[in-house]
T-cell receptor, first 114, second 113 residues
Framework: EAGVTQSPTHLIKTRGQQATLRCSPISGHTSVYWYQQALGLGLQFLLWYDEGEERNRGNFPPRFSGRQFPNYSSELNVNALELEDSALYLC?????????????FGPGTRLLVL | DAKTTQPPSMDCAEGRAANLPCNHSTISGNEYVYWYRQIHSQGPQYIIHGLKNNETNEMASLIITEDRKSSTLILPHATLRDTAVYYCIVRPPNAGNNRKLIWGLGTSLAVNP
């Protein structure tokens, strides 16, 4: 079974540009989570989508946005890029269920803003 | 803020058991303990989780103290490929929109030949 996939693996942008990152969840998973991991720091929660709807967002400015498509894949858009947006962006998927769900992560997209 | 405390780094000899501790003294009765690891610059890999009982799978064992205020992840025969940052996370069961994982800085485990 294929795991979570993300594209591109690396992305180089300049300040002020827009970046689009993509994520395909594990087959059958309906939830997608996005996290940011800046160099040397822990993962910070960005966004959670489930069944096509944004369910929760972390403490990030509105220029971080995204969407989830009918096939449950997801896009993360970062507008007006700033130098400090340089980070590893991780996507995770899960199948919501009673009790507790497990999030499975993709390999990440490394974004470099120059 | 993360609800867990882990040592920043540990060493282990290849072939020996690696015991990674985690303190979660403020854990609530219905919160689970999750372990992930992250090999350099890759996505985190799920290892194991538990609520009250000890758990074992093909990767590791999870020992949770009776008062649930701490736990230990055990890699029974560490290999060089187990060198990674190990994260201990406490999370509640699915409750509304609060399903995010809150990450600390983890323990950097170095397995030495």
């Amino acid at each position: 079974e294929a795991g979570v996939t993300q594209s591109p693996t690396h992305l180089i942008k300049t300040r002020g540009q827009q970046a689009t990152l993509r994520c395909s969840p594990i087959s059958g998973h309906t939830s997608v989570y996005w996290y940011q991991q800046a160099l040397g720091l822990g993962l910070q929660f960005l966004l959670w989508y489930d069944e096509g709807e944004e369910r929760n967002r972390g403490n990030f400015p509105p220029r971080f946005s995204g969407r989830q498509f009918p096939n449950y894949s997801s896009e993360l858009n970062v507008n007006a890029l700033e130098l400090e947006d340089s980070a590893l962006y991780l996507c995770a998927s899960s199948l919501p269920r009673q009790g507790v769900e497990t999030q499975y992560f993709g390999p990440g997209t490394r974004l470099l803003v120059l | 803020d993360a609800k867990t405390t882990q040592p920043p780094s540990m060493d282990c000899a290849e072939g020996r058991a690696a015991n990674l501790p985690c303190n979660h003294s403020t854990i609530s009765g219905n919160e689970y303990v999750y372990w992930y690891r992250q090999i350099h610059s890759q996505g985190p890999q799920y290892i194991i989780h538990g609520l009250k009982n000890n758990e074992t799978n093909e990767m590791a064992s999870l020992i949770i103290t009776e008062d649930r205020k701490s736990s230990t992840l055990i890699l029974p025969h560490a290999t060089l490929r187990d060198t990674a940052v190990y994260y201990c996370i406490v999370r509640p069961p699915n409750a509304g929109n609060n399903r995010k994982l809150i990450w600390g800085l983890g323990t950097s485990l170095a397995v030495n030949p």
